[in-house]
């Protein structure tokens, strides 16, 4: 959790005052979703039109959208997309009702919520947002100026940022920064205070000036505005040259500075240890830095270790740091391979002292559990001994003496009792040790994949994590294992550079489990799956709660005007202007076509041939009216040109006249950009065909084409489509071009620009929807950036940010 701390700014006519309407923070209420439960929000809202009316919206709507957003579960993208959804069309119903005289009321938001670690920012409007963390200064806003804001139109503009919040940071917004904030000029002697940042942005600022404000430090979920006469005391009074260590009763309203220790030193030291050697070295994990305050201060052997590593490197610090009264110098390492060196050390020593205390705590469980039996065993003994003594005649050596009956009736009832309580005693204590087992073998593979340097040592202890939580989540399912697993979900998600999408059913209601989707067009509101084991395409139609079935629609193998078609293996989108106003061509494998639309009967028309030998039809594209068709038994694609919108001539050969044709038995499917033709195999690697027009050389291909990464953090670096099965290969057009293909396995939708350079991979997130097969078998992205993805008859959708 962190606290926050508003500053909320304006400038009139030069002179300060405190304008909070418009910009408010809140933690979550105690009925919030459980999405949202350790989530805080930031809301900026900046209105121009009416100014009575905007402040009424203030007022009347600030609480209403907290409330909404606290309520929705889901993604953080997603809440807060629904939010400004809601927002904008609130602006939009009083736009219309007020008329042309009162003019229109529009606005700009900026929503800033913090999830785990993470700032997520979600800005729509011409506004710009600023965060100031330890590692500098980044500025986020509409670049191209084209966002005219909320209240003019259903769907508005959002930009989606994030930034890492650390031990603490600055997140502050204006509609015009001066352009003295700069990171030079704000970062000037390092990390500011409250009160530095704020003389250093109201600096040369504009006469009239409005500026939202808020300071994020770790602490317990508190809120607080604070006026500028307030955040004036703030400052910290410099002695000898160096900022002086801010207590709570010289200044109660603020802890120290995110970068310095003292953010932990509220922690509760226990009697008799020696508080006064602590030194905690410096670190951005938190939750790492009071691990070690646990183990410094505790009396196990391991964490002395820790105490006395700590203790040298607090002692290595201040000799780097002061001279020595002596005189004497240190020869004083690279600081960055110092730093680094240390960190690893004690990475290292916490591993051990971690993997010896499981053990330890392992054998501990182990002989609890053989002692309990052990006494266990002395219990039932001494029950059956004292029940025969009591209702068996003793004989005259005072022993009991028992029938055949009796005997044999004791021999099968003792063995059955002890395994039924012994069965009770493992199902109350055996399985909470085992999941307790699991749960430290996943968080010490955390541990692991956090100080690995290598990526993909760090990428491996990461899903031996993921294995061992499911391992204990068999035993038990908790909070811990759930927080536990999205922090590797993130991690892995950071190293392999996706995005993650959150997914719901598209599909009202469901379709019957025999159905398989292989093949998704989005046609505006109608959309079109082809069902690969009935041979027949699916239509739906958009809804308010998704997409519904459209009983009446006819697209199957039958008898119909122009001839008989058989079971449907592909189809494409065709314009409405085509003369039989159909939305999708679909085809059997003999070379049949059937066109198809709402409302209206197929109309099948036999596609001319070459020849008979061609084979079976695989897949099929559409460009520019020219349809293309893949044959992989003969290394053939034929195509097609349109005859007054028919495909009435005989086809022509894509190779035609090319020596060195590619080997297209393994393409699974392809794509067409007017003179370019992708062919995607099974491998993921893509062959890429350009036709010249030239006598010579008519076709020239790359097989396969190279890679590039363009990823944050990663750009040119060579990039290898990651072992797997890939199906399904999609050229998007303006106004955002892209080659995308879908990894079956993993269902990872790889964005690619025309330049073959890979800026997005498309990672799913289902959240509590069960998928019946993990496989992914179809997908598409709609000019709407609305994406689908169909596993067997499961058809989900998901908006692409």
């Not at 950071?494 to 025999?514: K, T």
């Not at 398989?516 to 067009?521: G, K, L, R, S, V």
């Not at 044959?631 to 694609?637: G, H, M, R, V």
Request: proline content about 6%; some cysteine; hydrophobic content about 35%.
């Amino acid at each position: 959790m962190y606290d926050l701390k508003l500053l909320p700014l304006k400038l009139d006519q030069g002179q300060q005052e405190f304008a909070s309407l418009g910009f408010t923070a809140s933690a979550p209420p105690r009925r919030a979703s459980r999405s949202r439960s350790e989530d805080m929000l930031i809301l900026s809202l900046s209105f121009k039109g009416d100014a009575q009316t905007a402040s009424d919206i203030q007022k009347s709507w600030l609480d209403n959208l907290i409330q909404s957003f606290f309520k929705t579960g889901g993604s953080v993208t997603s809440a807060m997309r629904t939010l400004i959804e809601t927002l904008n069309l609130t602006m939009m119903e009083k736009n219309v009702k007020s008329g042309r005289d009162a003019g229109p009321t529009t606005a700009a938001i900026n929503l800033a919520a913090i999830h785990r670690r993470v700032l997520y920012i979600a800005q729509s409007g011409f506004t710009h947002a600023f965060v100031l963390n330890q590692q500098g200064l980044a500025h986020f806003y509409d670049a191209s100026r084209s966002d005219r804001g909320l209240g003019f139109s259903r769907s508005p503009n959002i930009r989606y940022y994030q930034a890492e919040i650390g031990r603490g940071c600055y997140f502050f917004i204006t509609d015009s920064p001066p352009e003295t904030w700069t990171e030079d000029a704000i970062f000037t002697g390092g990390y500011p205070s409250l009160d530095q940042l704020r003389r250093r942005l109201l600096n040369q600022a504009p006469q009239s000036f409005r500026m939202d404000l808020a300071q994020i430090l770790p602490g317990e979920g508190n809120v607080q505005i604070q006026s500028p006469q307030e955040a004036a005391a703030l400052k910290v009074q410099n002695v000898k040259g160096e900022d002086s260590h801010v207590t709570p009763e010289t200044l109660p309203e603020i802890t120290a500075e995110p970068e310095e220790d003292t953010l932990f030193d509220t922690r509760e030291i226990k009697p008799g240890s020696d508080s006064h050697e602590i030194d905690l070295p410096d670190t951005e994990d938190e939750e790492a830095a009071e691990d070690l305050v646990e183990a410094e201060i505790s009396d196990s052997p391991e964490p002395e270790v820790l105490q006395e590593d700590f203790s040298q490197k607090a002692a290595f610090d201040s000799q780097v740091e002061e001279d020595t009264e002596g005189g004497e110098t240190i020869d004083e390492p690279k600081p960055a391979k110092s730093k680094k060196q240390e960190k690893k050390k004690k990475s290292n020593i916490k591993m051990i002292a971690e993997r010896d205390q499981i053990r330890e705590r392992s054998l501990q469980g182990l002989a609890a559990v053989l002692s309990g039996w052990r006494s266990f065993r002395e219990k039932v003994s001494t029950f059956f001994t004292d029940l025969v003594s009591h209702w068996v005649p003793a004989g005259s050596d005072g022993t009991p003496r028992l029938s055949r009956g009796t005997m044999l009736l004791v021999a099968v009832l003792v063995p059955v009792v002890v395994v039924a309580i012994g069965a009770s005693v493992y199902f109350a204590r055996g399985r909470s040790l085992q999941y307790e087992s699991y749960f430290e073998q996943a968080q010490l593979s955390a541990t692991v994949a956090l100080s690995a340097e290598d990526l993909n040592q760090s990428r491996e202890a990461w899903h031996q994590s993921l294995a061992y939580l499911d391992q204990a989540e068999s035993y038990k399912e908790t909070d811990e294992i759930s927080e536990l697993r999205q922090q590797a979900l993130d991690a892995l998600d950071q190293l392999d550079g996706a995005l993650r999408l959150s997914y719901q059913p598209a599909i009202v209601g469901s379709l019957y489990s025999e159905i398989n989707i292989t093949e998704i067009i989005s046609y505006g509101p109608d959309l079109y799956m082809l069902d690969s084991t009935g041979g027949r395409v699916i239509h739906a139609e958009r809804v308010s709660q998704g997409y519904e079935i459209d009983p009446d629609f006819v697209c199957a193998a039958g008898n119909y005007s122009g001839g008989r078609i058989e079971a449907l293996v592909d189809m494409v989108s065709l314009p409405i202007n085509n003369p039989y106003q159909a939305h999708v061509l679909a085809v059997d494998a003999l070379g049949n076509a059937a066109y198809c639309g709402p409302g209206q009967n197929p109309v099948v028309q036999i596609l001319p041939s070459m020849a008979s030998n061609f084979g079976e039809i695989k897949s099929i594209a559409y460009d520019s009216n020219y349809l293309y068709v893949l044959l992989p038994a003969s290394n053939t694609i034929l195509v097609y040109r349109p005859t007054n919108g028919q495909y009435l001539d005989p086809p022509s050969s894509f190779f035609e006249g090319v020596e060195n044709t590619p080997n297209i038995s393994t393409v699974e499917d392809l794509a067409v950009n007017g003179p370019s033709l992708y062919l995607l195999q099974n491998d993921g690697k893509l062959i890429d065909c350009t036709t010249s027009g030239l006598g010579v050389n008519p076709v020239t291909c790359v097989n396969p084409v190279d890679y590039i990464d363009g990823r944050p953090g990663k750009e040119d670096q060579v990039f290898t489509m990651p072992e797997s099965s890939y199906r399904g290969i999609l050229y998007t057009s303006p106004p955002d071009p892209s080659i995308s293909i879908l990894d079956t396995i993993n269902a990872d939708i790889y964005r690619f620009s025309l330049r073959f350079r890979l800026y997005k991979r498309l990672r799913p997130e289902m959240g509590d929807f069960e998928l019946e097969s993990p496989v992914a078998t179809a997908f598409t992205i709609g000019i709407d950036r609305v994406a689908f993805l169909a596993f067997g008859h499961q058809v989900f959708y998901a908006y692409v940010e």
